[in-house]
């Protein structure tokens, strides 16, 4: 049984404009983009909302030839620093929408 008055057309025009919504947050998330730094800045991470790294920015200060596993470390912490804050504004941005259709937001 359909809900409400039964107007099949009402319910598929609200499932269209869900749809059309959804695919706008998505395309706003891949244009948006955060930054996670690791080492006081030394090494910063830019990640789009939908997850894509897209720049990483290492201050001279932070490569020292004898150590590069600190280096490797802090890449690290601020790509998953940038992908924590993607992840939190992906679910910000969807998570409205996909719990009214029981996506895992």
Do not use: C, H, W, Y
Not at 48 to 65: F, M, N, Q, S, Y
Not at 79 to 89: E, G, H, I, P
Request: glycine share 12%; proline share 5%.
């Amino acid at each position: 049984m359909i809900p409400g008055n039964g107007d099949m057309s009402g319910l598929m025009a609200q499932a269209q404009a869900m749809q059309q919504q959804l695919l706008n947050a998505q395309q706003e998330l891949a244009e948006t983009e955060v930054e996670g730094s690791a080492g006081g800045d030394l090494v910063t991470a830019t990640v789009t909302g939908a997850g894509e790294l897209v720049a990483l920015t290492i201050k001279p200060e932070a490569v020292d030839p004898e150590d590069t596993e600190t280096l490797a470390d802090l890449v690290l912490a601020a790509v998953r620093d940038a992908s924590s804050k993607s992840q939190a504004l992906a679910a910000a941005k969807l998570g409205p929408m996909a719990g009214g259709m029981g996506l895992p937001f």
